[in-house]
């Protein structure tokens, strides 16, 4: 999983730029993570970043399950230790820390504070042949 949050530039690239925090939990896996926005120079938008790979680990190779029926199948593999990592529900939050008016003329030239909010996953899907 990664996930980026990007601010909106101010207006005529005006300092300071807006500082936001990204915040993922996910409690049942005791997962907390934050990071805030920072800008590499000038010219680019600030960004936030969280990054988790290999969250669960990839099977090598085959296994064998035995199981009556699909839900008893669903359960042996949602219920293995190293494969239930970040299962749960997800709250991704979004806080503005400093999105103050400029300090020369008490005006915010970036009103709306726009930012976009982009996350990918990689999900596997397992092959499921059954044996009779």
Do not use: C
């Not at 101010?10 to 939990?25: E, G, I, R």
């Amino acid at each position: 999983m990664n996930a980026t949050l990007t601010l909106a530039m101010d207006f005529l690239l005006q300092l300071p730029q807006d500082n936001f925090t990204l915040k993922l939990a996910v409690p049942t896996s005791a997962w907390n993570e934050e990071h805030a926005t920072s800008q590499e120079d000038p010219t680019k938008e600030p960004k936030a970043y969280l990054d988790r790979q290999e969250m669960n680990s990839v099977p090598d190779g085959e296994r064998t399950y035995d199981a009556d029926d699909r839900d008893q199948l669903r359960m042996l593999l949602l219920d293995e230790t190293v494969g239930r990592y970040g299962q749960g529900n997800w709250t991704w939050q979004v806080t503005a820390d400093q999105s103050d008016p400029d300090w020369i003329d008490e005006v915010d030239p970036d009103e709306g504070n726009d930012w976009v909010l982009e996350v990918e996953f990689v999900i596997l899907t397992p092959r499921i042949t059954e044996v009779v």
